[in-house]
C-alpha cells in the first residue's frame, strides 16, 4: 500500500484544491495527478461488471481529482466480452477521493464510449452495468444486494427499455420494470420458474444457487445476463 509523500502533499484537501487552483499549490497537473494516485488507499468497494453491450467493453475507474483521460491503461479495472460479466474487483481509494468516475470503451476501436460519476461507499459491492441506448454505449453503477432468503432464489431486474416481463410456464405475475432502473426484490421458489423471460431462454438453473441473490440484465433483444450481487 503507497502512502502520501508529505514532502509533496500536506494534506488530502490540498490535493483537491490543487487538482482545480494549480496555482495555489506550485505543482503541474501530471504532478497533482501522480500524488493522488499515489496517495494512501484506505478505503475499497468491489465491482462486478456486466457487459450487456454487443462489443468486448474495456471498464475504467479514476478519482475525478485526476486531469488526465480515465481512458488509460493504469485506470482500467476489467474488460468483459458482450454478454458476461466478470469476476469481483477489488477497487481501493481513499476516502477524501470518493468521488469516483467510472467510463467504458469497446476494445476493438475505443471510439464507443461512457462515463459517468458516483460516491463510493468503503465496503460496498457494486454492480457496473455496461449497455446499448439506441446505439449508444451507457454505464450504471447499482449498490449491490444481499437481502436474500436461504430457501428461495433472490432476482432484481434491469432492462434497457420500459418492459413487462412474464414468466412462461409458471404462475408468477408480471413485473413492470422501467428502462435503466433496478427493481425491487423478487424471490424465486424454484429456478425453473426463471428458465423463460418473456418467452426468452434465461438458463437461470445453470448458474443459480438457491440462498443467493441475483441481477437480470435485459437487453432490448430479450436476452438475459445473469450476474450475482
Not at 493504469?74 to 468521488?99: F, G
Not at 428458465?195 to 441473490?213: K, M, P, R, T, Y
Request: charged residues 20%; proline residues 0%.
Amino acid at each position: 500500500m503507497k502512502t502520501i509523500n508529505s514532502n509533496k502533499i500536506k494534506s488530502t484537501a490540498c490535493i483537491l484544491l490543487c487538482a482545480s487552483v494549480l496555482a495555489a499549490c506550485g505543482g503541474t497537473s501530471a504532478e497533482i495527478d501522480k500524488d493522488i494516485n499515489d496517495a494512501e488507499k484506505n478505503n475499497s468497494s468491489v465491482f462486478t461488471l456486466v457487459n450487456a453491450t454487443d462489443d468486448m467493453v474495456n471498464f475504467y475507474a479514476k478519482y475525478i481529482g485526476i486531469s488526465e483521460s480515465i481512458y488509460q491503461s493504469e485506470y482500467e479495472v476489467a474488460s468483459v466480452i458482450n454478454d458476461e460479466s466478470s469476476t469481483q474487483i477489488i477497487y481501493q481509494w481513499n476516502d477524501a477521493l470518493s468521488r469516483t468516475s467510472i467510463a467504458i470503451t469497446d476494445t476493438n476501436t475505443q471510439t464507443l464510449r461512457a462515463t459517468d460519476e458516483y460516491n463510493l461507499i468503503n465496503n460496498q459491492a457494486y454492480i457496473g452495468i455496461a449497455w446499448l441506448d439506441e446505439g449508444e454505449y451507457v454505464i450504471n453503477l447499482v449498490e449491490a444486494n444481499n437481502n436474500t432468503t436461504e430457501s428461495d432464489y433472490t432476482v432484481r431486474f434491469f432492462t434497457s427499455t420500459d418492459q413487462t416481463l412474464h414468466f412462461d410456464g409458471s404462475n408468477l405475475p408480471e413485473i413492470i420494470a422501467e428502462k435503466a432502473q433496478i427493481t425491487s426484490s423478487f424471490s424465486f421458489d424454484n429456478c425453473a420458474d426463471m428458465e423463460l423471460i418473456n418467452n426468452i431462454s434465461a438458463n437461470f438453473c445453470q448458474i443459480a444457487n438457491v440462498g443467493n441473490s441475483y441481477i437480470a440484465v435485459i437487453k432490448a433483444n430479450g436476452d438475459v445476463i445473469f450476474t450475482q450481487e
